[in-house]
């Protein structure tokens, strides 16, 4: 193929091939997707197996036709449960079978009153956890559609910019640096073309690209003609033909490889599972006891089931899988709302025992914004201020730009092949590299405007920037004479020039050393350095590497990093305040990684980074020991953050671990937290994460913990404000029993007590606000149950004054000569006030209610007035009186009741008290 071609700029194609359409019914199209050699074809070959037009692209005909024969181009997700199998597992759970069972033997006794009421209770909870479940995968699918890239197509011989989604084999995609590859491509046109394919293949570097055929047997890292999705053009021009889509990709492929995900197991599963077994033993145990001490005394085995039913039914706390489902999901909201999206519910609470995140550094650390920082001009250091794309800043002392300063930011401008723009939102935006975009956006701090500049110093030539060469060359025509401008790595121009500009912009004599320690210095500091240089010429120059290989005038550095976001640098202080280690793995410098990381605060001054050749001559017992003194790991290869993981995890560390590439995914499921970044994250990573971030910013990862550490509280809270009811419930009845007096309550008004308070006031601890001192604790480790000693005694007290209460009233109506509905109503309403005050003590399980504020969660208003209507109810309307066996009381004894409740809250208050001060 000859480079003198009209093929623009020694850009290379294939003979034109006929289009589709005029293939006729006749033609016959490979299965794209399906052939796995497309490497091995000649790009034009390829084109014709496809039915393809290099040159036209395919019709909209053409395109329906294949659109509906290979369906949307994206991976199709991982089937989950279908809502049959997810509402039956809801009743999957010991308690529930407790209550499952408990409701049919009260059925086959005929107590159909009873029986519908426990059967309604489990039906409540299984559609509430239902309902629950199914919010964090729609907010998943939602995120999903939300970060849909587009994509340039050629159709019908005219350029087109649709969604990546709408692609079909066939089609004809144009590249540019920047663009993130939709499908897999067999490339067909390439003008210094190079890939970042790390995300597929591991491999950190850029790839360059070409279109000519490859042996059958090159692998997959080295097909140079193949574009693969999910890969990102840093550099160059090029057209690709789509060979596959969606799960026929490579990346599709390794997504279907990869093993089913093992059903999460959180600290907080595990310690319900042991919770839940214990509390069936002790209620089994009770119920057993109840009955049998009945008999003995005399009673019928009648009376004393439903006695053992009462027992069972009030000690079971109903609404517990209710309240974990409920809490588990406020907290996915809430995380929502602060830009993490949570896949599965009980992911929530292990960020709560998170001890350690390890972290990406570009993007979720770092702006991802390449910011010029520096510029060494003239010899004269300059600093710049500002950050990201918007030229918001100013150079210096904001003083008139002039000399060599205004030369080097000129050939910043000049030599750049980037776009800097404003949306409509005063956002601005890169279109290209990100490096040349960071030397448009200081010079438009200096009040230079590429637009401007381009049309009064116009393009004739250039030579792009090769790996090889590492510089790039343009050609300006400036009044009437030519002048050629350099960018590229120091050392190269360097050695190409023979003289500089001084700070005034009159050419001396090159003061090499010094500018030498200028890149060193700027270099230490973590900076990307580029070095200016220029070539002035006659009236007709020639631009090519022998014309350039000398005589240039040197202008200056730039020197520019990726900063640091501001809020990161606040996330990770908060971290360190909460006990948690933050750890950088890059595929970055050692030194630019080690420069944010300091800035940071990650790394003390006097720290070093592990790179990854080093890792890789450690075994895993010094990986081990390494891990917990290392906190930055630079040019580290995706497999190797597998091994990182496992030896923090060794360490007894609960490791939260962040990640985007298609190699990422195995570290991100070992990780106890697997968390993938919702911008530029692949679909592969996003599937193996346990948690997505819609903004890719490391500030979402500690609002997570925060809100994890958050619902964690919410939930004791729940179990030590429930817990006292059902246990005082169960020592009711197996008082009255060992006494051989009648029951208090009878099992249909427990249900009721049960339900109404755990829906009403229970679940408004859910609603809590986060605690003040939560980022301030050390994070909760693994073993340490559910419940402490402290918890435990408080959950006994309150146990015991609700059955001096009830129990006590009760007897005294009976005394005073009240009816047995009217003794039992007080019993009842006794639980019910009980609660309520005690719902003020579990607001905060070490303050009191004065402290967190009366009305800074006011759920449990509405709840409590909730409660005292429908109490009312219960206690006044006919109709419910003769379903729940109740009857209406005075004013005497509701101020009995009242007082039952007050004097428990004060002796949990003074408990409470008592133990802060110890």
């Known amino acids: 193929m000859n480079g003198k071609s009209q093929a623009t700029e020694g850009e290379r194609r294939p003979p034109r091939q006929p289009s589709a359409a005029a293939a006729g019914k006749g033609s016959t199209m490979s299965e794209p997707g399906r052939h796995a050699d497309w490497h091995h074809l000649a790009a034009d070959e390829a084109a014709t197996r496809l039915s393809a037009s290099c040159d036209d692209g395919l019709g909209e005909d053409e395109v329906r036709s294949r659109r509906a024969e290979h369906g949307e181009n994206r991976i199709t997700p991982k089937p989950g449960k279908g809502p049959l199998l997810r509402f039956a597992l809801q009743f999957v759970q010991p308690l529930v079978l407790v209550l499952l069972l408990a409701g049919t033997v009260t059925a086959f006794l005929g107590e159909w009153v009873d029986s519908g009421v426990i059967f309604g209770v489990t039906l409540i909870n299984a559609v509430i956890g239902f309902i629950q479940e199914g919010r964090a995968e729609s907010a998943l699918a939602a995120l999903a559609r939300s970060v849909s890239s587009e994509v340039t197509v050629l159709r019908g011989g005219c350029k087109q910019r649709l969604p990546s989604t709408e692609l079909v084999p066939g089609d004809v995609v144009l590249l540019a640096a920047g663009d993130k590859v939709p499908a897999d491509l067999r490339l067909f046109r390439t003008k210094d073309l190079q890939a970042i394919e790390s995300a597929l293949t591991g491999e950190s570097t850029a790839v360059a690209k070409h279109d000519d055929a490859l042996p059958r047997e090159t692998v997959l890292a080295d097909r140079r003609n193949m574009a693969y999705a999910g890969t990102v053009m840093i550099t160059g021009r090029g057209a690709g033909v789509v060979v596959a889509t969606g799960d026929h990709t490579e990346t599709g492929r390794i997504s279907r490889l990869i093993a089913e995900a093992p059903d999460l197991t959180t600290p907080l599963t595990r310690k319900m599972a042991v919770f839940s077994n214990w509390l069936l033993i002790a209620i089994g145990l009770l119920a057993v006891l109840t009955f049998a001490v009945g008999i003995w005394r005399g009673s019928s085995a009648f009376e004393m089931f439903m006695a053992a039913v009462a027992l069972a039914v009030g000690a079971i706390p109903e609404g517990l899988p209710a309240a974990m489902t409920i809490t588990l999901a406020i907290g996915v909201s809430r995380m929502a709302r602060r830009r993490a999206i949570i896949r599965k519910l009980p992911a929530v609470e292990t960020l709560g025992s998170t001890t350690v995140i390890c972290s990406d550094k570009t993007g979720t650390l770092t702006e991802n914004q390449m910011t010029v920082r520096e510029v060494y001009a003239g010899g004269v250091q300059t600093t710049v201020s500002g950050s990201g794309y918007s030229p918001t800043g100013q150079i210096g002392d904001g003083g008139e730009i002039t000399g060599a300063l205004r030369e080097c930011l000129l050939a910043g401008v000049l030599c750049n092949d980037a776009g800097l723009s404003e949306d409509e939102g005063g956002h601005w935006q890169i279109v290209g590299d990100p490096t040349e975009g960071a030397l448009l956006v200081v010079a438009r701090k200096a009040g230079l405007a590429e637009d401007s500049l381009l049309k009064s110093h116009p393009r004739r030539d250039e030579i792009p920037f090769d790996s ?439 002796v949990v208050g003074a408990e409470k008290r008592l133990r802060e001060d110890r």
């Open 468 to 906: 090889t060469r590492q510089y790039m060359a343009t050609l300006h025509e400036i009044e009437g004479r030519q002048l050629a401008y350099f960018k590229g790595a120091v050392e190269q121009l360097l050695a190409r020039s023979t003289s500089m500009l001084d700070a005034a912009g009159r050419p001396v004599e090159l003061r090499r050393e010094e500018i030498e320690r200028a890149a060193r210095r700027m270099a230490a500091d973590g900076l990307r350095v580029l070095a200016m240089a220029r070539l002035a010429g006659q009236q007709t120059m020639a631009l090519n590497e022998s014309s350039v290989d000398a005589g240039l005038e040197f202008i200056g550095l730039v020197g520019m990093i990726d900063p640091p976001r501001p809020q990161a640098i606040a996330a990770v202080s908060t971290c360190h305040a909460a006990g948690i280690s933050v750890k950088m793995i890059t595929g970055d410098h050692a030194v630019t990684a080690l420069s944010i990381a300091r800035q940071l605060k990650i790394a003390r001054a006097d720290e070093n980074a592990l790179s990854g050749s080093e890792l890789a001559t450690i075994d895993d017992p010094g990986l081990c020991r390494a891990v917990r003194e290392v906190n930055v790991f630079a040019r580290v290869e995706p497999e190797q953050k597998l091994r990182l993981v496992r030896a923090l995890q060794s360490n007894g560390e609960v490791v939260a671990m962040t990640g985007d590439g298609v190699n990422d995914a195995p570290a991100l499921k070992q990780a106890d937290i697997g968390i993938a970044m919702g911008m530029a994250g692949t679909e592969v990573a996003k599937d193996a994460a346990d948690m997505v971030l819609t903004d890719d910013d490391f500030a979402a990862i500690e609002a997570a913990v925060e809100e994890g550490r958050g619902v964690y509280d919410n939930l004791v809270k729940f179990i030590t404000w429930t817990l006292p009811t059902n246990f005082g419930e169960g020592l009711v009845i197996l008082a009255a029993v060992l006494a051989g007096a009648t029951l208090p309550i009878t099992p249909l008004q427990i249900l009721w007590i049960n339900m109404t308070t755990a829906v009403f006031l229970g679940l408004m601890l859910a609603f809590e606000p986060i605690e003040e001192n939560v980022m301030r604790r050390a994070p909760r480790r693994p073993g340490t149950p559910i419940l402490d000693q402290a918890l435990i005694w408080r959950i006994v007290l309150v146990s015991v004054l609700l059955l001096a209460g009830s129990f006590g009233l009760f007897l005294r109506e009976l005394a005073q000569g009240q009816s047995l509905a009217e003794a039992r109503t007080v019993a009842l309403n006794v639980f019910v006030v009980v609660e309520a005050m005690y719902l003020f003590n579990c607001r905060s399980l070490t303050r009191s209610a004065l402290h967190v504020g009366l009305f800074s969660n006011p759920a449990v208003w509405y709840g409590i007035a909730t409660m005292v209507v429908l109490q009312a109810l219960l206690t006044y309307l006919p109709l419910l009186n003769r379903l729940f066996a109740t009857a209406p009381i005075g004013v005497r004894q509701w101020l009995e009741i009242f007082a039952v409740g007050v004097l428990a809250y004060l």
